[in-house]
Every structure is written in C-alpha cells, then in structure tokens.
C-alpha cells in the first residue's frame, strides 16, 4: 500500500461528520401516524385544539364550590346536595349554586358555578339527594382548559425522533398524519469466509453471522429502510459483485474485512480503487472502521467483531443516520475504568441502583455482553475513571 492520502486515526466526533457529509439531504413526505413510529419529524407540529378541550375534573368524586366546604373533616364533615351528574363526554348543563354539587367523574366538564373537586373515596351518601365530605373539595384537581397545551402552540419540533410517546402526543394534538424526513435506504452486507448464517450447521473455525441480524434490528430503530445484501466471502471480486447489487440504497454499511489482515478486502477495495473519508477511528472498541466511496455510494466498513460493530453504529453510525447524537446518561462509577493514552474507550457496563459498574470482560469477542451489559461508559482519552466519579454513559 503506498503512503494514505486521507485522514487516519480520526476522532469519533470527526468520524460523525465525515459520514454525514456522505449522506443525501433528506427530503419530506407526509405519512399517517401508523407509519410514523421511528421516524425523524421534518416539520415543527403545532397543536390544532387545547388540551383539556374544556375544564375539567381530574377525578370521580364531585364538583363544588371550595368556599363551601372549607373546614370539612371526618369529625365535621360538610353537608352538599346533589343536584345532578357531569360524564366525560355528557356535561351538567346546569350552574353549582351555594350549598350545591354535581357527581362528576374523570375527564367530565367542570359545571358552572363549581370551582373545586371532593373525590370519591372522602365522600358519604346522605340520604336521596345528600352526600357528605369528609375534606374540602379542592381546585387542584381541576384540569383547566388548555392546561397542558393550547391550540396554535408549537409542541414538537423538527428534528426529534418520533418515540412511542411523542406519537400519541402527536395524536393528541389533533394530526392524523405528520411530515417526516424521508427513510434512508441502508444496504447492509456482512463479510467473511467462516461467517455462517443462523440456522445452517457450523463447523469449528466458523461464526454465525449475527452482525447481520443486530444491525438490521438497530437499523430499523433508527427508522431506516434496510436492504438485506446478505454475507460475501473474504473476495475482491464478490465483495465487488455485492457492492454493485447495492444499487439505489443511499449508504452500505458492511461488516468485517478493513482490519490490518491480509483477507480483509473491504478495505482494499475502497482505498485502491474506491476514494476513503477515513480509516481507523481513534476508538476502542471499533478502531478499524472505515468510510469511503465506490461508484458514488457511499460504504461504511464496521469491523467483524460483533461488539465492535455494535459500538461504532451506536457512536457513529447511528447519530449521523438519524442527526441525534448519542443520548448519554451521567451516572456515578460503582468500580474504575481504565482509560487508553489515545483512545476514547467505550467499556461496556451494568448499571446497577443508580450506578454503573465494570461489566468484567472487555473484549470486543465476548458476544454474551451483548446482551448482558446494557450501558456503554465514555472514558475520554487519557482520562481514567474512579470509583465514585460520575461518567457519561449510553444506554444499550
Ligand atoms: P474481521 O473484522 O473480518 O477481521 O473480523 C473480526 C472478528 O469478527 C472475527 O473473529 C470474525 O470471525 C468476526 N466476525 C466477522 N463478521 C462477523 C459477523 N457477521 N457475525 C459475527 N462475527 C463476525
Ligand atoms: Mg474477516
């Protein structure tokens, strides 16, 4: 190989910025709120109607006014009469008067006149038409119009990631479709002569290719299209042949092959004959990965090992595909993390009562941590961490 003539050792951050610039600009399109659970929002949403659409009670009890029942106890409780019902979706068309209240129930209009809520449990029939407080009904348990947002305010913006919840707020707020950015289509091929697929019989020397399977899983969360390519084996001419079925998709992401061995050909193929934004990321785990060029597609080579893999989508390749950066938690360190003189470390770590500890086993091939260290703890360069110290941490 003759001298590099693009950047190596980059940092995660620079790492980011490369493969976002790859990317197209993403476009818009407008999708029923079915489709748009992981979606990314390409507009702000403002919220058509109030929310409570009218005042209202937050609980099953009654409705009255405060000033008449200021003093109520077990003891003493306070006498009202009831003068009719308010239901969710059925209000009292009537007006509270002094010594008066209404049975109402939760998510019912408030009815005129009443001002305050006495619930259930503190209430006592009194005979047909009494009922007895054992406390004074109060006004904080009325939900004012427009309480929790009103019709015209901007709610969700731009940008943000379409959770589980911000859709039903979406719904709440009165839109039966959004505006979304377009989905990115992500070709994803894994590599490797011993890479086997799950279910076939494996021979010893030989891996099942679950690179393919976590990746699609994580691709799908970040609310991306994914065009399976399946494996290639270690190949100039059949990862060339796969790269070429990725026609159409906006990146490919492969796994495996741009280590420093001589079988690992993805990297071959972009720094001969493709054109490399960079090589080696100053990381560990996940320090070989790559980006570069073929035909204009733009590929990001992850290494093989499964939790490098993981890591690297989860630092690099996902904020760059959904433009939301790593979501970290800052959580005090139950045990040391060793720190790496050039490297930022992402130790895998079990958070545990509020506090994450050492997972144990570091290596990039201890598949079980996978599964069973759900937190990755950011050790910056030359920075270790005590125990007691509070790190950044992103959850699994
Ligand atoms: P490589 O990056 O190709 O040198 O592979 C590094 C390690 O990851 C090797 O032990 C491979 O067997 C393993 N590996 C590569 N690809 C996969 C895959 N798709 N699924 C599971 N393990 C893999
Ligand atoms: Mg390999």
Redesign the pocket.
């Known amino acids: 190989m003759t001298a590099p003539t693009f950047p190596m050792h980059v940092s995660v951050d620079d790492a980011r910025t490369h493969l976002t610039a790859l990317l197209p600009a993403r476009t818009a399109e407008t999708v029923p709120l079915a489709q748009a659970y992981g979606r990314t929002l390409a507009a702000d949403v403002p919220a058509l109607v109030s929310h409570p659409s009218a005042t209202e009670s937050a609980l099953d009890g009654i409705a009255a006014r405060e000033a008449d029942t200021l003093g109520a106890s077990a003891d003493a409780p306070a006498r009202l009469r009831v003068i009719g019902e308010s239901r969710a979706g059925a209000a009292f068309g009537g007006t509270v008067g002094a010594g008066e209240c209404v049975r109402i129930y939760t998510g019912a209009p408030l009815p005129a006149g009443a001002d305050a809520i006495c619930p259930v449990e503190q209430l006592t029939d009194d005979g047909p038409d009494g009922v007895l407080l054992r406390r004074p009904a109060s006004p904080a348990d009325v939900r004012v119009e427009g309480g929790d947002f009103r019709a015209g305010e901007v709610v969700l913006h731009a940008g943000q990631h379409l959770t589980a919840p911000r859709l039903a707020l979406a719904a709440a707020l009165g839109h039966a479709q959004l505006s979304v950015q377009r989905r990115l289509r992500v070709a994803l091929l894994?590599?490797?002569d011993?890479?086997v697929p799950p279910g076939q019989p494996l021979t010893a020397g030989q891996?099942?290719?679950?690179?393919?399977v976590g990746l699609h899983a994580m691709l799908l969360e970040a609310g991306c299209e994914v065009l399976p390519l399946g494996?290639a084996p270690?190949s100039p001419k059949a990862l060339q042949a796969a790269i070429d079925a990725a026609g159409g998709a906006d990146v490919l992401l492969t796994?495996?092959?741009?280590?420093m061995?001589k079988?690992?050909f993805?990297r071959d193929l972009l720094v001969e004959q493709g054109r490399v934004s960079f090589w080696k990321v100053r990381m560990r785990p996940g320090g070989?990965a790559i980006l570069g060029g073929w035909n204009g597609l733009p590929v990001f080579g992850l290494?093989?090992?499964?939790v490098?893999?993981l890591v690297v989508f989860h630092v690099i390749v996902r904020p760059a595909l959904t433009g939301q950066p790593p979501q970290t938690l800052r959580l005090r360190a139950a045990t040391p993390f060793r720190a790496l003189p050039d490297k930022t470390a992402f130790w895998r770590g079990v958070v545990d009562g509020g506090q994450v500890r050492d997972y144990g086993q570091q290596g990039?091939?201890i598949?079980r941590s996978l599964s069973d260290a759900g937190a990755l703890v950011i050790v910056p360069e030359g920075q270790a961490v005590q125990a007691g110290d509070d790190v950044d941490v992103i959850l699994l």
């Open positions: 894994s590599t490797g011993e890479v891996v099942y290719d679950s690179n393919s494996h270690d796994s495996g092959g741009v280590s061995g079988y690992d993805m070989p290494p093989g090992n499964p490098s893999s990039s091939g598949l």
